[in-house]
């Protein structure tokens, strides 16, 4: 198929969780604060929309999260400080936060899921095609997912979802996805979508994580979604809609919401919404620093050698 694409720039990242598993550290602290080594982990994912050429930003948000706000604003008197210390280092990395993207902020008053959180940006999305990254999932730099998945959407319009296979006992934590391939080994065609299965009702082992490329029909799906799994208006649901409907449409009116493909991803992924694996995240990228991992890899090997 080909498509006429039109440009992608706006990213949504929807940030309104409350974050109980890490409670009572979240409990006047957004979990998209935590930091990650040294950084928030919330500018680990506005980094990666940027990468890929997403320079706007819309951030879906709740009560109590305004030190997200805060931290991609500018901070003059913390600039003025360090300034007039002469900490140019510090200084640039103040600075950084604020000066990556153009950067909206709207609230979802009544959280009632992915699917509701994704609506609430309709009116900054318009008729254009966005991509959608959730803020627990963090993908390493060096493993350009978003950017495959602009690639694949460009090109054959519709809608797309990132894929990873999980073990088949995990898969009840995801939605999940039925496919067949295409001529791209990384890419495959998307004909099912289940939200959390059970396992033995899953479909595959394919699971999906927080990364979409979305068309914007997609927004009159999700004004008539029901309520899915557990009460909430599933993102998931609304895509397997626009999957069906463009397998059974004969018109190019009906096909007008485009297919669903899938991007597998074999690359670092680090889930900073489980509270050991947000540890084994802080870990993983501390060892890999050129500042910090000689000196805490040395500590690291020396500690399991003489604790564990």
């Given at each position: 198929m080909?498509?006429?694409?039109?440009?992608i720039?706006?990213?949504?990242?929807?940030?309104?969780?409350?974050?109980?598993?890490?409670?009572?550290?979240?409990?006047?602290?957004?979990?998209?604060?935590?930091?990650?080594?040294d950084?928030?982990a919330?500018?680990?994912?506005?980094?990666?929309?940027?990468?890929?050429?997403?320079?706007?930003?819309?951030?879906?948000?709740?009560?109590?999260?305004?030190?997200?706000?805060?931290?991609?604003?500018?901070?003059?008197e913390l600039?003025?400080?360090?300034?007039?210390?002469?900490?140019?280092g510090?200084?640039?990395k103040?600075?950084?936060?604020?000066?990556?993207?153009?950067?909206?902020?709207?609230?979802?008053?009544?959280?009632?899921?992915?699917?509701?959180a994704?609506l609430?940006?309709?009116?900054?999305?318009?008729d254009?095609?966005?991509?959608?990254?959730?803020?627990?999932?963090?993908?390493?730099?060096?493993?350009?997912?978003?950017?495959?998945?602009?690639?694949?959407?460009?090109?054959?319009?519709?809608?797309?979802?990132?894929?990873m296979?999980?073990?088949?006992?995990?898969?009840?934590?995801?939605?999940?996805?039925?496919?067949?391939?295409?001529?791209?080994?990384?890419?495959?065609?998307?004909?099912?979508l289940?939200?959390?299965?059970?396992?033995?009702?899953?479909?595959?082992n394919?699971?999906?994580?927080?990364?979409?490329?979305?068309?914007?029909?997609?927004?009159?799906?999700?004004?008539?979604?029901?309520?899915?799994?557990?009460?909430?208006?599933?993102?998931?649901?609304?895509?397997?809609?626009l999957?069906?409907?463009h397998?059974?449409?004969?018109?190019?009116?009906?096909?007008?919401?485009?297919?669903?493909?899938?991007?597998?991803?074999?690359g670092?992924r680090?889930d900073?919404?489980?509270?050991?694996?947000?540890?084994?995240?802080?870990?993983?990228l501390?060892?890999?620093?050129e500042?910090?991992?000689p000196?805490?890899?040395?500590?690291?090997?020396?500690y399991?050698?003489?604790?564990m």
């Open positions: 080909t498509h006429s694409p039109s440009r720039t706006k990213a949504v990242i929807p940030a309104a969780g409350l974050g109980t598993r890490f409670l009572p550290a979240t409990k006047a602290t957004p979990k998209e604060m935590l930091p990650v080594v950084k928030p919330i500018q680990y994912v506005v980094e990666e929309a940027v990468a890929a050429g997403l320079s706007d930003v819309l951030m879906v948000t709740g009560r109590n999260k305004r030190p997200l706000e805060d931290h991609f604003d500018r901070n003059y600039e003025q400080a360090l300034t007039r210390k002469g900490d140019a510090r200084l640039a103040v600075q950084e936060s604020s000066d990556l993207a153009t950067m909206h902020y709207v609230r979802q008053g009544d959280p009632k899921g992915l699917g509701h994704v609430c940006a309709a009116p900054h999305i318009g254009q095609p966005f991509a959608v990254l959730l803020g627990d999932d963090l993908i390493d730099p060096r493993d350009p997912l978003l950017a495959r998945m602009v690639e694949v959407q460009e090109r054959e319009g519709g809608s797309v979802v990132a894929l296979e999980v073990d088949p006992e995990q898969i009840h934590l995801y939605g999940c996805a039925a496919v067949e391939p295409t001529g791209d080994s990384d890419v495959v065609k998307v004909h099912d289940v939200e959390k299965p059970d396992t033995a009702d899953a479909p595959s394919y699971a999906i994580i927080g990364r979409y490329v979305l068309d914007p029909a997609v927004f009159g799906i999700l004004r008539r979604t029901e309520p899915g799994r557990g009460g909430e208006i599933q993102l998931t649901d609304a895509l397997q809609h999957s069906a409907a397998r059974a449409a004969t018109t190019p009116e009906e096909k007008a919401g485009g297919p669903v493909h899938g991007v597998i991803f074999k670092r680090y900073t919404g489980d509270r050991g694996d947000y540890l084994r995240a802080i870990v993983r501390a060892c890999e620093r500042d910090l991992g000196d805490f890899r040395t500590w690291l090997r020396r399991v050698s003489e604790e």
